[in-house]
């Protein structure tokens, strides 16, 4: 069951050296900017914790994983201060869990759509079910995924990053998303995906802590600018937003 409250839902389980992170909000587990804020800080809290080896990220409810950022506060953005800020939400969320010391593992069960695709692309590896399509629909309302363009093609590659981008209405299923590296295994059913998640989650905790933190920077070589980059794509992705063209293609989402 999904949450109704209007600013989301974020809870955190720890049990066994693994902690799981839950969020959800009523419009399909998007993001509010609140929403955005208190994730990056759970990433930030948890990266402390000597008693946790892997962390999980997953969503509410048995539908779509992620629908993004809101459009509610997108289509209220009036000035640029409000437009960097809405948009730097992603990108202090991907480099809170880049620089985490933990393996991420996604749980990415329904469709995902902007930056939650953002998100699972800034996952370490994602167990995803054969309804976790996926779409970068930006360019099609005036802006682009200019904030998660970064941690999209470091996992998929810059084709597959144009293939999403440049046909923005296309919806790519799960075993696309897996052909170029976003998800590790995709599932028949929700509860074949969790029975392996939890086989994979319990063989994590097990092993040596210091060596997954090891790995973990490995991984994420070459990515140490991203503090200043995503900020940067953020201030130009507000501006975008107070574009005349960006404006009008908002208005259907206008209540």
């Not at 209007?6 to 799981?20: C, F, H, Q, R, V």
């Not at 539908?63 to 809101?70: K, L, P």
Request: net charge neutral; glycine share 8%; aromatic share 8%.
């Amino acid at each position: 069951m999904s949450t109704e409250r209007p600013n989301g839902s974020l809870y955190t389980k720890i049990e066994n050296g693994i902690a799981t992170i839950e969020f959800g909000h009523p419009a399909s587990n998007s993001f509010v900017s609140e929403l955005l804020t208190r994730l990056a800080h759970e990433f930030k809290k948890l990266s402390l914790d000597d008693g946790i080896s892997v962390i999980v990220l997953r969503s509410e409810g048995d539908r779509a994983f992620c629908a993004g950022a809101s459009f509610d506060e997108l289509v209220a953005i009036s000035n640029l201060v409000e437009g960097r800020a809405f948009f730097s939400g992603f990108a202090h969320v991907i480099n809170a869990m880049r620089t985490c010391p933990k393996p991420i593992i996604g749980r990415v069960q329904g469709k995902t759509v902007g930056g939650g695709v953002g998100l699972a692309a800034a996952c370490d590896y994602v167990h995803a079910t054969v309804d976790a399509a996926i779409k970068l629909s930006e360019i099609s309302i005036g802006i682009g995924p200019f904030v998660i363009a970064p941690a999209v093609e470091r996992k998929m590659g810059k084709a597959a990053l144009a293939e999403l981008t440049l046909y923005p209405t296309e919806w790519k299923n799960a075993y696309w998303a897996k052909e170029k590296g976003l998800f590790a295994k995709v599932y028949d059913s929700i509860a074949e995906m969790d029975k392996e998640l939890d086989i994979h989650l319990q063989k994590l905790a097990g092993y040596n802590p210091e060596a997954l933190s090891q790995m973990k920077k490995v991984l994420w070589e070459g990515t140490e600018h991203w503090d200043k980059l995503l900020l940067e794509r953020a201030e130009a992705s507000g501006q975008l937003a107070l574009s005349p063209n960006t404006k009008k293609a908002l208005e259907k989402f206008k209540k």
